[in-house]
């Protein structure tokens, strides 16, 4: 989306101050941006539901950024897809591949190491580093995740916070800004007002209405792989991953029907066979988020894709099942394919 001189709105924004965004909500902005432009910021939407101090708000933060990045795990250590584990050998290895990355780039290496580890063994570091260590921790995985140079925080709060809730809101992501080197992009559905921070107007198109709730923390897709926050997508590919006939497919890859189109990031696609899968949570209920989903569905459509939809239940309850019904379509359209093919190469009267 574009601002008035023709910039996109981030670009208005510095990379490391918290500013607090006026006509626009979390939902808004985590939609303009995906897919992610080339030259935005990494970024990571993080809901506050209870704002107590400043202490609680960078807590709360890091934690929610913490369980991003370890879900994204190994976009962000080169060669960590071959790490398997849990066991010795594959936390060994996970250290020195931590070493490589550190000794080449600004990373800590303990921190990068006790992060890879974390990941592996599925738990969190707990508080083995101070504050101040640990936000520039994992804004520089966050950034290595998406190859960017920046990251944004866009954190929200619920309505109906009191002066010294927004106090203590803006004081923490202040401290995240000047410590951490994040961009801190507040957004509050009250009247917000402070000496601290500067607020800045931004104008996103899109539908109007109530926007829908979002998971405590939300980051973008990455190209190529299961969403690292859905639990089913990755389940999905786990079960596609042993499948014989599964080939060319591809996860969270944008697609453009057109020049005139926008370009949209559908969940799993298979280009050759025209088929498109969209694996659905229980936002998707929501108006906003159905009638976006109905307009990418007619572009999707009016190119020839057939749309599958999953929802999360479906693929967490009864995997078996969802692959048969991917299946069935992949084999009959290729089936459809060859013997289109075989009617066209058979010279006439024969």
């Known amino acids: 989306m574009r601002a008035q001189d023709d910039a996109a709105w981030y670009a208005r924004l510095p990379d490391n101050r918290a500013t607090h965004l006026r006509g626009v909500d979390a939902h808004r902005i985590a939609a303009s941006l995906d897919p992610l432009p080339d030259d935005a910021p990494a970024v990571a939407t993080i809901h506050i539901a209870d704002v107590d101090s400043q202490r609680g708000v960078v807590t709360t933060i890091l934690d929610g950024i913490e369980t991003a990045v370890l879900e994204a795990f190994p976009a962000w250590l080169p060669g960590g897809e071959h790490v398997e584990g849990p066991n010795r050998l594959d936390l060994l290895a996970a250290q020195k ?26 738990r969190p570091i707990g508080r083995r580093f101070i504050d101040q260590t640990r936000a520039e921790g994992l804004r520089r995985l966050l950034a290595e995740t998406y190859h960017r140079r920046s990251v944004a925080l866009v954190v929200s709060v619920e309505a109906g916070q009191s002066r010294y809730q927004q106090s203590q809101l803006v004081a923490g992501c202040v401290w995240l800004a ?25 104008s996103i198109a899109g539908p109007y209405g109530t926007s829908p709730s979002i998971r405590r923390v939300h980051i973008p897709a990455l190209a190529g792989r299961p969403h690292p926050g859905s639990t089913a997508e990755k389940k999905l590919e786990r079960a596609l991953a042993s499948c014989e006939w599964a080939f060319g ?14 370009a949209i990031v559908v969940d799993l696609r298979w280009p050759a066979e025209k088929c498109v899968i969209e694996v659905d949570g229980d936002d998707h209920r929501h108006p906003i988020k159905f009638a976006r989903d109905r307009q990418r569905d007619v572009v999707l459509q009016l190119d020839g894709y057939a749309v599958l939809r999953f929802t999360n239940a479906q693929i967490i309850d009864d995997v078996a099942a969802v692959v048969s019904a991917i299946e069935t379509y992949i084999r009959n359209k290729r089936d459809s394919a060859s013997r289109t093919a075989q009617i066209e190469g058979t010279p006439r009267g024969e």
Do not use: K, Y
């Open 97 to 122: 591949l931590s070493l490589d990355l550190a000794s080449t780039s600004d990373h800590f290496g303990p921190f990068v190491i006790a992060m890879s580890q974390a990941a592996i063994l599925g």
């Open 249 to 262: 497919r591809e996860w969270n890859r944008p697609f453009q029907a057109s020049p005139l189109h926008e």
């Open 178 to 202: 000047v410590h951490g080197g994040f961009a801190v992009w507040i957004v509050s559905p009250d009247d917000f007002d402070s000496d601290h921070i500067r607020s800045v107007d931004i």
